[in-house]
């Protein structure tokens, strides 16, 4: 009797909740929702607007999907439930919903409420949600028919066991016999002889071909009964093109592979046979050419790291992976529109302010009147009632926007209720963003009113950020960061990340865009500024006598540039080898620029940002700086005026919005990506994309497999914090003679070190020696001089040319 009465309350419960989620569905675009709201209007009655928030509240995190169980649920009741009463029939209303629900969020999902689906959209992956929707729907309908559904699962099973596979695909197999027979020709007398010949006479393995199907091989057998069976042999001869291997390997793939001389399969890819496969090495001794197997694996691991950096793989290897679902907000209806409009001009009209609304432009975050002033009204006058025209807007932070490009209105943006989410991939899949042709594009998001907002960091060429805490700074840093690495490669732009907090930049520790790994010391970034400050000199130096003016210039003329000019760009590319000549972009981010100008080197390091700002632009190096702290102290004004281009989120005073945009405005803003963007002398308002923190490192763990390959110069600047380069005409070494005459004293004995541990750099001198950077790199010149040791070969180490057996 409890049970029954347990499945009553259930049922009534499900009706009574269909009743209203359908009910408040059916009125929603008049239905007013106060329960956002900072309060309401004064027409509005305390019974009615309570009611209606209370029953926008259940609708937003329930839905009209309710029907669905209910529905079903009645009818299980009144065939089965309400006749046997038993205690488990209580239960199957949880699994039935979660069944229902699950389905209908994947194939109805604006059935459910915008509240249920953010929560089921952002806290579930689509593999944990499957696993559930299949373990609930097994188990309503297990405890809904019992015994009856685990005979039914038995004797599926059991069927599946004793189907006929063979007997089912016999009429495939017999098609595909007669168009072996019709297509394919049989093989010439003497084919075999000739195969088993060249079988005997190869002395080194190649590569098997592809095993055929059985039906094939029977039906080859029948046929060839009497004829003795061979393993198909690819030689990997210097003849082999890609024209002939397709013959061999056709060939090869018709011929049978017997018991006895049986290879595993392997894929042969033409492309690459005559670049990969090694030389092959006779028995005779009169051969001149031997082939070391180590240089062949050194080939092979060297051929695989130019290869994962490919630009063609790389932009096929990251894609944004983002599964979230763009979450559909009603618009609001007329009757909004109309409520605002009739405030502004009624707050307008005491004020004696002539004029009217004209126009609204709808967008995503705020929206947009343009009010259109009577004849002989000044701007000032709007202007100076803005805190009056908030406060009839139920204290909604407005902003006065003039003059408006194009038109001869005003406009006053309103906040909207409830605002739309941005995501990422929003702006990255819009046409603006694919088709953009600028060197760096920076996915800001969407302007005012819904359209999308790229810019080119090239063009700045840099960029100043700056808000309070929470505001939206830093999710902007990753959504630009990650619009950076969908675009460009490894090959096409290098990356310097500074993140003193040690947080916000760890996901983007294993990028193979990075120069050096992610720096968190204050000494250790003054370093890498006093790096980029040296880089931006040395490309000057290549530019001006390669007689370019910028970094695109350089790049461009490089592809026809004669063998003649590259041989004069060789002394500045000591530590890179000739096919990377051609000049990367470097992309500089600092996260918190106000920790670092406090510390210690911060007066070093504002020196380093400040002559980068002021010239790196031409040499394809640029900055990205946020702080939290928009303080005169940390935006001085010698920063300001090297970064024209400004970002502001949201500040706690005017003052800041001042120090940041050289104006006020920014303190009205509304958080949370909503941001003023300031290029030149006009400033735009954009709100900033959102990107999960889980697809960031969904992308990074793709990217991750490219690992990435430090210079080595780059990583011994950094450990020497900074010392003068190395290549100097007159150096005085420490407690040794100077490099303008005689031989260093310490020569003899970086020598033995060199030749002991097989291997010649800088860094092992210093170890080993107990000598400074500038005195063990020229060890390592001098050893070079002498033929010790080969030249630079870019990122890898020197050769070892001496044999050990010098040591004795």
């Given at each position: 009797m409890m049970n029954t009465k347990i499945l009553k309350y259930e049922l009534f419960t499900l009706f009574f909740l269909t009743i209203i989620t359908l009910v408040v569905f059916y009125y929603r675009d008049t239905l007013p929702d106060n329960y956002l709201s900072i309060s309401s209007a004064s027409s509005s009655g305390f019974f009615s607007y309570y009611v209606t928030s209370f029953l926008n509240f259940i609708n937003y995190y329930s839905g009209p999907w309710v029907f669905v169980p209910c529905a079903i649920f009645t009818s299980f009741y009144v065939l089965v439930f309400s006749k046997r009463a038993d205690w488990i029939d209580a239960l199957n209303i949880f699994s039935l919903s979660i069944f229902s629900l699950l389905t209908i969020f994947y194939f109805q999902p604006s059935l459910l409420?915008?509240?249920?689906?953010?929560?089921?959209?952002?806290?579930?992956?689509?593999?944990?949600?499957?696993?559930?929707?299949?373990?609930?729907?097994?188990?309503?309908?297990?405890?809904?028919?019992?015994?009856?559904?685990?005979?039914?699962?038995?004797?599926?099973?059991?069927?599946?066991?004793?189907?006929?596979?063979?007997?089912?695909?016999?009429?495939?197999?017999?098609?595909?016999?007669?168009?072996?027979?019709?297509?394919?020709?049989?093989?010439?007398?003497?084919?075999?002889?000739?195969?088993?010949?060249?079988?005997?006479?190869?002395?080194?393995?190649?590569?098997?071909?592809?095993?055929?199907?059985?039906?094939?091989?029977?039906?080859?057998?029948?046929?060839?009964?009497?004829?003795?069976?061979?393993?198909?042999?690819?030689?990997?001869?210097?003849?082999?093109?890609?024209?002939?291997?397709?013959?061999?390997?056709?060939?090869?793939?018709?011929?049978?592979?017997?018991?006895?001389?049986?290879?595993?399969?392997?894929?042969?890819?033409?492309?690459?046979?005559?670049?990969?496969?090694?030389?092959?090495?006779?028995?005779?001794?009169?051969?001149?050419?031997?082939?070391?197997?180590?240089?062949?694996?050194?080939?092979?691991?060297?051929?695989?790291?130019?290869?994962?950096?490919?630009?063609?793989?790389?932009?096929?290897?990251?894609?944004?992976?983002?599964?979230?679902?763009?979450?559909?907000?009603?618009?609001?209806?007329?009757?909004?529109?109309h409520d605002i409009i009739s405030k502004i001009q009624a707050k307008l009209g005491e004020f004696k302010i002539q004029g009217q609304i004209i126009n609204v432009l709808k967008g995503p975050v705020v929206d947009t009147f343009e009010w259109e002033l009577g004849p002989g009204e000044k701007v000032s006058r709007l202007t100076s009632i803005a805190e009056d025209l908030s406060l009839a807007l139920s204290g909604s932070p407005i902003r006065m926007v003039y003059p408006m490009k194009g038109r001869t209105t005003v406009g006053i943006e309103v906040p909207r209720n409830p605002r739309d989410f941005i995501f990422l991939d929003e702006i990255i899949g819009s046409k603006d963003f694919t088709n953009t042709s600028h060197h760096l594009p920076l996915a800001m998001g969407k302007d005012a009113f819904g359209e999308p907002v790229v810019v080119d960091l090239a063009a700045m060429p840099h960029m100043l950020v700056a808000g309070s805490t929470g505001a939206g700074k830093s999710v902007f840093i990753n959504s630009v960061l990650v619009s950076l690495l969908i675009k460009k490669s490894p090959n096409q732009m290098k990356l310097i990340l500074i993140d003193p907090k040690q947080l916000e930049l760890a996901l983007y520790s294993r990028l193979p865009h990075l120069l050096m790994p992610v720096i968190t010391e204050p000494k250790t970034a003054a370093t890498s500024l006093l790096w980029a400050c040296q880089e931006m000199d040395r490309r000057y130096t290549i530019m001006s006598e390669f007689g370019v003016r910028n970094i695109e210039g350089f790049n461009h003329k490089l592809k026809n540039a004669q063998p003649q000019a590259l041989e004069k760009l060789r002394k500045h590319y000591e530590y890179a080898s000739e096919d990377t000549y051609e000049l990367p972009f470097i992309v500089i981010i600092v996260d918190e620029f106000a920790d670092l100008i406090l510390s210690a080197k911060g007066k070093e390091i504002e020196t380093q940002i400040n002559r980068l700002a002021a010239k790196a632009r031409a040499a394809g190096i640029h900055l990205i700086v946020a702080t939290q702290r928009p303080s005169v102290d940390v935006i001085t004004g010698v920063i300001k005026s090297n970064f024209p281009t400004r970002v502001s989120f949201r500040v706690t005073s005017s003052q800041d919005s001042r120090t940041i945009l050289n104006a006020m405005g920014a303190e009205k803003l509304l958080g949370k990506g909503d941001m003023l963007y300031k290029y030149g002398v006009d400033t735009t308002r954009i709100h900033s994309a959102f990107i999960d923190e889980a697809e960031i490192e969904a992308l990074a763990d793709k990217l991750s497999e490219m690992t990435p390959e430090y210079n080595p110069h780059i990583m011994e600047f950094l450990e020497n914090g900074g010392e003068e380069e190395p290549m100097a005409a007159v150096t005085t070494r420490e407690g040794g003679e100077s490099s303008s005459g005689g031989r260093d004293d310490k020569y003899d004995e970086a020598v033995r070190v060199v030749l002991e541990h097989r291997s010649a750099s800088a860094s092992l001198l210093q170890r080993r020696l107990g000598v400074g950077y500038n005195r063990a790199a020229n060890l390592i010149e001098e050893m070079e001089a002498q033929g010790v040791v080969g030249p630079a070969q870019g990122s890898k180490p020197r050769k070892v040319l001496m044999g050990s057996e010098s040591l004795t």
């Open positions: 409420g915008a509240g249920l689906y953010q929560i089921l959209d952002m806290t579930f992956s689509a593999f944990s949600m499957f696993l559930v929707w299949a373990a609930a729907g097994t188990l309503f309908l297990w405890g809904a028919f019992r015994g009856g559904f685990t005979e039914k699962v038995q004797q599926a099973t059991s069927g599946f066991k004793n189907f006929d596979y063979k007997a089912a695909t016999a009429p495939v197999q017999e098609k595909f016999l007669l168009l072996k027979d019709k297509f394919i020709k049989p093989k010439a007398e003497g084919e075999d002889e000739l195969e088993e010949e060249m079988a005997e006479e190869s002395m080194v393995a190649a590569p098997a071909a592809l095993p055929m199907s059985k039906a094939a091989l029977k039906a080859k057998e029948a046929e060839k009964a009497s004829k003795e069976e061979v393993a198909p042999i690819l030689l990997p001869d210097h003849s082999l093109t890609a024209e002939n291997a397709e013959e061999v390997k056709t060939e090869a793939f018709l011929v049978p592979i017997t018991e006895a001389k049986k290879v595993e399969p392997a894929v042969v890819d033409e492309d690459e046979m005559e670049e990969h496969l090694p030389v092959v090495v006779q028995s005779s001794h009169d051969d001149d050419e031997y082939v070391d197997e180590s240089e062949i694996s050194i080939f092979k691991n060297r051929a695989h790291k130019v290869d994962s950096f490919d630009d063609d793989q790389y932009y096929n290897l990251v894609k944004l992976g983002n599964t979230k679902k763009e979450t559909k907000f009603h618009q609001p209806d007329e009757k909004y529109f």
